[in-house]
Every structure is written in structure tokens, then in C-alpha cells.
Nanobody, 121 residues
């Protein structure tokens, strides 16, 4: 099994910045993709940004130019630097990874419990 633990959420004023971190632990054999999704009240969970093991990344249009995703492969950790935050960025941010554990079986999707980001106007 793989566990994901997020940190770095909180309350920030519009225009401010936050940095989210997510560390993966457990019986990890390899991690292909790590990233972030978010879910605002009353809305579906949506992609924010993901990064592959080769460093290539994809992000939502709403994140481009403001959010930067990065990854420390040696530490099994992914980061999301969020700048110029807006009230509409308020959501629970979930860490995600697609990983293979040491136990037999193929790659699986794993999710963290989420960290709340609140942006006040």
C-alpha cells in the first residue's frame, strides 16, 4: 500500500501564495504520476496539475501562469506552488499518485485525505 500525506493548506488573502507538499510512503516500488486535484464545495473534483516521472507536466487552464508543480523523486514528494491566489481557488486540495507497490499487482491510483485552501477576498 501507498500512503499520501498533504501539508501546507490554510487561509490566505487574495493575491497571496501558498505551497502545498505531499509525501508518499509505504511499500513503494515506483511512482509514475504525482499531482494535485481539488474539490470546491458543491463541485466535482477537478485536475489542478500532475507531473510525470520524466518531469513533464500537465495543468488545468485555471492553474497555468499561477501554479507550479514540481517533484522530488528521491523523496517521493510533490509540491504545488500557488501564487496570485483567487477566492475561486478555495477548495480541498487532494494529492494523487499512480504507483506500483512492492506487493504483486499492477499500478494503482492513490489519494491523500486532502488539505483545505481558503482564499479570502
Amino acid at each position: 500500500q501507498v500512503q499520501l500525506v498533504e501539508s501546507g493548506g490554510g487561509l490566505v488573502q487574495a493575491g497571496g501564495s501558498l505551497r502545498l507538499s505531499c509525501a508518499a510512503s509505504g511499500s513503494i516500488f515506483s511512482i509514475d504520476v504525482m499531482g494535485w486535484y481539488r474539490q470546491a464545495p458543491g463541485k466535482l473534483r477537478e485536475l489542478v496539475a500532475v507531473i510525470n516521472s520524466d518531469g513533464s507536466a500537465n495543468s488545468a487552464n485555471s492553474a497555468k501562469g499561477r501554479f507550479t508543480i514540481s517533484r522530488d523523486i528521491a523523496k517521493n514528494t510533490v509540491y504545488l506552488q500557488m501564487n496570485s491566489l483567487k477566492p475561486e481557488d478555495t477548495a480541498v486540495y487532494y494529492c494523487y499518485c499512480n504507483a506500483r507497490s512492492i506487493a504483486p499487482g499492477g499500478a494503482m491510483n492513490y489519494w491523500g485525505k486532502g488539505t483545505l485552501v481558503t482564499v479570502s477576498s
